[in-house]
């Protein structure tokens, strides 16, 4: 029920530096899939915000060149997919830099390729890691934040969680994802009275290493502006403001929530 109270002394009260809230000072934040693209550069903005991030991925080289770039950070090599490799994440995470109080899951993996011709085995080995790890990592890293009563679980889906990618065929990325936003509804759900908010963040055409190939070429590139209405795919930056929102205590009010930065792509 609504305090009627404390909302006239809210709406009365001076206004704080509104920026401070999007700071996450000290807070311990995980990033999966660290090594390259939108997981490297949302660990470089989690630092910059304030946090100590440990960095996680199979590529263990570029893994290390960040950490390196990113004082008091922790490198990881870690194949999300293994079931050891993910406690040994949550475990070493916890006992050199602290209990996790962010952790965004960002590793992932698409292929484009007809349904009808798509092995089982592919289909399977892209939900395995866009999802099922997606789970199982909440879940490792979950249980300490519940324990906590606090924590913020940022969930990296797509646009093509909510719409199909129709002319450019990815069944196993498309199904992944969009499990990977209801996925986040559920433990929204489940977690968020005891503390624990969860969201998805669900990017339109960025500049990255798996977008690489599309955006790289001209018709690609065109593609996607035809289908945008700002007539251009985003620039990493671009995620900054939505990430922190969903990561930091200004979002606090804010949980189960598929956050589209699309540049208006879901608006047509």
Same mark, same amino acid.
């Given at each position: 029920?609504?305090?009627?109270?404390?909302?006239?002394?809210?709406?009365?009260?001076?206004?704080?530096?509104?920026?401070?809230?999007?700071?996450?000072?000290?807070?311990?934040?995980?990033?999966?899939?660290?090594?390259?693209?939108?997981?490297?550069?949302? !660990?470089?903005?989690?630092? !910059?915000?304030?946090?100590?991030?440990?960095?996680?991925?199979?590529?263990?080289?570029?893994?290390?060149?960040?950490?390196?770039?990113?004082?008091?950070?922790?490198?990881?090599?870690?194949?999300?997919?293994? !079931?050891?490799?993910?406690?040994?994440?949550?475990?070493?995470?916890?006992?050199?830099?602290?209990?996790?109080?962010?952790?965004?899951?960002?590793?992932?993996?698409?292929?484009?390729?007809?349904?009808?011709?798509?092995?089982?085995?592919?289909?399977?080995?892209?939900?395995?890691?866009?999802?099922?790890?997606?789970?199982?990592?909440?879940?490792? !890293?979950?249980?300490?934040?519940?324990?906590?009563?606090?924590?913020?679980?940022?969930?990296?889906?797509?646009?093509?969680?909510?719409?199909?990618?129709?002319?450019?065929?990815?069944?196993?990325?498309?199904?992944?994802?969009?499990?990977?936003?209801?996925?986040?509804?559920?433990?929204?759900?489940?977690?968020?009275?005891?503390?624990?908010?969860?969201?998805?963040?669900?990017?339109?055409?960025?500049?990255?290493?798996?977008?690489?190939?599309?955006?790289?070429?001209?018709?690609?590139?065109?593609?996607?502006?035809?289908?945008?209405?700002?007539?251009?795919?985003?620039?990493?930056?671009?995620?900054?403001?939505?990430?922190?929102?969903?990561?930091?205590?200004?979002?606090?009010?804010?949980?189960?929530?598929?956050?589209?930065?699309?540049?208006?792509?879901?608006?047509?």
């Amino acid at each position: 029920m609504t305090d009627p109270t404390a909302t006239a002394e809210e709406a009365t009260a001076p206004v704080p530096d509104p920026t401070a809230r999007f700071r996450v000072d000290g807070q311990v934040a995980v990033v999966t899939g660290a090594s390259s693209g939108i997981g490297a550069h949302l !660990a470089r903005l989690l630092a !910059a915000a304030g946090a100590r991030v440990a960095l996680a991925a199979r590529r263990e080289g570029p893994l290390k060149e960040l950490a390196a770039e990113l004082p008091g950070s922790l490198a990881v090599p870690c194949d999300v997919t293994s !079931a050891e490799d993910r406690a040994r994440l949550v475990r070493t995470v916890t006992e050199e830099v602290g209990p996790i109080d962010i952790l965004v899951n960002n590793a992932g993996l698409s292929e484009t390729v007809p349904a009808e011709t798509q092995t089982v085995e592919s289909f399977g080995a892209i939900v395995a890691l866009n999802l099922t790890a997606v789970f199982a990592l909440s879940q490792a !890293a979950g249980v300490g934040m519940l324990e906590r009563g606090r924590g913020s679980i940022v969930n990296i889906a797509s646009i093509y969680g909510l719409v199909a990618s129709g002319s450019l065929p990815q069944a196993a990325y498309t199904a992944s994802k969009g499990g990977v936003v209801n996925l986040t509804r559920e433990l929204a759900a489940e977690w968020s009275g005891r503390g624990v908010r969860v969201n998805a963040l669900c990017p339109g055409w960025f500049w990255s290493e798996m977008t690489e190939p599309m955006l790289g070429s001209e018709k690609g590139r065109t593609w996607v502006e035809r289908r945008t209405p700002m007539r251009r795919a985003g620039r990493l930056a671009e995620l900054d403001g939505a990430l922190l929102l969903l990561a930091s205590d200004a979002g606090s009010y804010i949980t189960g929530a598929a956050l589209p930065v699309d540049g208006g792509y879901l608006a047509l």
